[in-house]
């Protein structure tokens, strides 16, 4: 039996399942959402389904993949229900129906058009990763981007995020209908006035009056979003649709903990996401330091140092008391203290619960996973924090570490030949020190590139020399021995 409209009444025969409670197929669709992966669809979707469970509303998601169509293809087979796996002691399973369908940008570019367009759009929100931005290394929109040079010569059928909303909101315009809320659901620092100073610098480059429509009309919420999923495996697949009784060809599976937080700065409806847990708060910007700081820096850090040491989850590298220490060592002496937290938050006991989290046994959350895309997602989680530390005098002697694992892992990668998962694999292969023996060389060549480190760094010589220490000792030593290595520096 697969799971289906036709199918799910089964399925809530078994009551520890939750399954929709609202009248779904009378339910429009309210959200178009770019990027309908993993994470979007255990987290965004789920707080919407909740809140439509609890107060309904037509809060129904369209969910856009730009490129790829196995979201479209798999879901469409069983009428775009998934399972949520929620992993923890106990496993538990809900039913999620609030994503109506899936469209695939290239093949279907009209009816996504016509979704963005529609009155009863009131959301447009996303989930494209960092790269998906297009943003130089200033935080604005890299104009020399090939998919924004191809976007803004060719309007006919965009295939950059950044383009489709722009040529969305300048059809509103025209055809006087209100505009969407924007609403990024990326770990980008200040995502949401990133994104909107990339949708304005676009329109900008297309139509003056559009741009300045934008700038008085259109809410870009800045959001902090949090909860650690893993990508499904085959093993996942299997045992959710034993559980739950239905094949699921693709659930989803993520940890207890969820959290979202959102700049009250909204226009207009919204789903009772106030009621399901999500904050609504003038400042996002403690949470979301807080977040990207110690959640994801300690998460790269783990990503490379416990890649190069032979280690495959984040459960198995936190385990080793070595690294454990190490990355304690990291969120207390230089990551605390580096940025204002939020009044409500206690950053102490904040850092020590998500070092709490990496240790949940249920979860095998793959390193492999976490260290795609340094390039891009090292400009959010370390290279800030480097800078703020700089300013204040703090050390950076860990930092420079960690940064230093990543060059590692991109420099071994390149020797042995192995993929390497970056938007600048193909620059990093042409950069011929990168395969030598010359520590110093390595860290100029990263250093000069401008896209990921901007102009200052390449100057700083502390930070050059630290680096450059920091390599020689993980080339020397044993990077097992974590701890040997840190005495080192
Ligand atoms: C991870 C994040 O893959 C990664 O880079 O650091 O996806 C992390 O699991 C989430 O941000 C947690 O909210």
Redo the contacts with the bound molecule.
């Keep these: 039996m697969k799971l289906t409209n036709k199918t799910i009444a089964n399925v809530a025969e078994n009551s520890a399942i939750i399954t929709p409670t609202y009248d779904r197929e009378n339910t429009e669709i309210g959200i178009v959402h770019l990027g309908p992966g993993a994470?979007h669809r255990a987290h965004q979707a789920v707080y919407t389904e909740n809140a439509m469970n609890l107060a309904g509303g037509n809060w129904g998601i369209c969910g856009v993949s730009l490129r790829s169509a196995t979201a479209r293809d798999v879901l469409a087979k069983q009428d775009n229900l998934y399972t949520l796996a929620i992993l923890d002691k106990k496993i538990n399973y809900q039913i999620i129906g609030a994503m109506k369908e899936v469209l695939v940008a290239k093949d279907q570019a009209k009816e996504v058009m016509a979704r963005l367009t529609a009155a009863t759009t009131k959301l447009v929100s996303l989930t494209i990763t960092e790269k998906g931005y297009c943003l130089d290394a200033s935080g604005h929109l890299d104009l020399s981007h090939p998919d924004i040079v191809r976007d803004l010569r060719d309007r006919s059928q965009p295939i950059s995020a950044i383009g489709y909303i722009v040529q969305a909101l300048g059809q509103r315009k025209i055809n006087g209908i209100a505009p969407f809320n924007v609403l990024s659901c990326d770990?980008v620092s200040g995502n949401g006035d990133k994104l909107r100073r990339a949708v304005i610098d676009y329109a900008s480059a297309l139509d003056k009056d559009l741009a300045a429509w934008i700038e008085v009309n259109v809410a870009f919420p800045n959001s902090m979003?949090?909860?650690?999923?893993p990508k499904t495996e085959d093993y996942t697949v299997d045992a959710v649709s034993a559980a739950i009784g239905a094949r699921d060809e693709w659930p989803i599976q993520r940890e207890q903990f969820t959290q979202w937080v959102i700049e009250d700065n909204w226009q207009g409806e919204r789903p009772a996401w106030d009621k399901v847990g999500v904050v609504f708060t003038s400042d996002v910007d403690g949470f979301e330091k807080a977040?990207l700081r110690l959640?994801?820096c300690l998460?790269?850090t783990l990503a490379y140092a416990g890649s190069l040491a032979g280690f495959e989850t984040v459960y198995d590298v936190t385990s080793d008391s070595a690294f454990y220490d190490f990355i304690c060592k990291l969120a207390e002496s230089e990551v605390i203290g580096s940025f204002v937290p939020p009044k409500e938050l206690d950053v102490q006991s904040y850092s020590k619960e998500i070092i709490e989290r990496f240790l949940n046994p249920e979860i095998r959350?793959l390193l492999a996973?976490?260290a795609?895309d340094g390039s891009q997602?090292l400009q959010m989680r370390i290279l800030p924090i480097i800078q703020d530390n700089l300013a204040l005098g703090r050390s950076n002697k860990l930092l420079c570490l960690s940064l230093a694992c990543w060059f590692e892992f991109i420099c071994r990668a390149l020797k042995n030949g192995d993929e390497i998962v970056d938007p600048l694999a193909a620059d990093f292969a042409q950069i011929p020190a990168l395969q030598g023996n010359d520590t110093t060389e390595i860290v100029n060549a990263f250093l000069k590139i401008e896209s990921i480190f901007g102009t200052e760094l390449k100057n700083d010589s502390q930070i050059k020399s630290q680096l450059i220490e920091s390599l020689n000792a993980l080339r020397i030593g044993e990077v097992r021995q974590i701890s040997t290595i840190v005495e080192t520096l």
């Excluded at 979003?225 to 999923?229: A, K, L, N, R």
């Design positions: 994470f770990n979003v949090d909860s650690i999923t977040k959640l994801n998460h790269s959350h996973q976490i795609w997602k």
